[in-house]
């Protein structure tokens, strides 16, 4: 089945260490995302990739890098200059960014920082 | 900057209860609304997607209407089930980006 797998389901670390998250997808979508999700906020795009080796800044995209080496592959490092990490981190995908195809998600990764 | 806004952010209703979730959106110029549903420690599951240049969208006892010139769209639920409790999401797609409500948390009361 065609599907967008984020890895692991949950992921705890100790304040300023770096953390890599991981996003795959069988989907054979052109445009990658990742976001953030806290209690009570909407979800808040970090970064997103239309193509490989290409990637763009979301709203908040401070303490956090990503690459696009692969169609199917998006990871994102949580760096140890992010202030508040812990959150649940949200990846989607969708074919060509302007068309109207709808936005696919994985079933997410719960980071926790202490 | 868009700003997309959920009311109620929570709605108790009895099964069986027809039921309305509002989403409004600040700027009309958008490409598309989405609507998902999810499920406590979840992702996000896509109900519905209507396109600028439609008005509805249905999909089962699901029906959702968007009007862009008063920047409103409404997830209609028929017949509502306890399984249709879930937190309720809609984004507006301006092209690059989606920006998402906050949601409406549906507890469905058997």
């Known amino acids: 089945d065609g599907g967008i797998t984020q890895s692991p389901k949950y992921l705890f670390r100790k304040e300023g260490q770096n953390v890599t998250l991981s996003c795959e997808q069988n989907?054979?979508?052109?445009?990658m995302y990742w976001y953030r999700q806290d209690p009570g906020q909407g979800l808040r795009l970090i970064y997103y990739?239309?193509?490989?080796?290409?990637?763009q800044k979301g709203d908040i995209a401070e303490g956090y890098s990503v690459s696009r080496e692969k169609k199917e592959s998006f990871p994102l490092t949580v760096t140890s200059a992010q202030k508040n990490p812990t959150a649940f981190y949200l990846c989607a995908s969708r074919h060509l960014v302007g068309s109207n195809s709808p936005l696919h998600f994985g079933n997410g990764t719960r980071l926790t920082v202490t | 900057k868009q700003e997309v806004t959920q009311i109620p952010a929570a709605l108790s209703v009895p099964e069986g209860e027809n039921l309305v979730l509002n989403c409004s959106f600040t700027?009309?110029?958008?490409?598309?609304l989405q609507w998902f549903r999810q499920d406590p420690g979840k992702g996000l599951t896509s109900l519905l997607l209507i396109q600028s240049s439609q008005r509805e969208q249905t999909s089962g006892r699901l029906n959702a209407s968007l009007d862009k010139s008063s920047g409103r769209s409404t997830l209609y639920i028929a017949a509502s089930q306890p399984g249709d409790s879930a937190t309720y999401l809609c984004?507006?797609?301006?092209?690059?980006?989606?920006?998402f409500g906050t949601g409406t948390s549906l507890t469905v009361i058997p």
């Open positions: 700027d009309s110029a958008i490409y598309n």
């Open positions: 989907l054979n979508h052109d445009a």
């Open positions: 984004a507006g797609n301006t092209g690059n980006q989606f920006y």
């Open positions: 990739s239309q193509i490989v080796n290409d990637f």
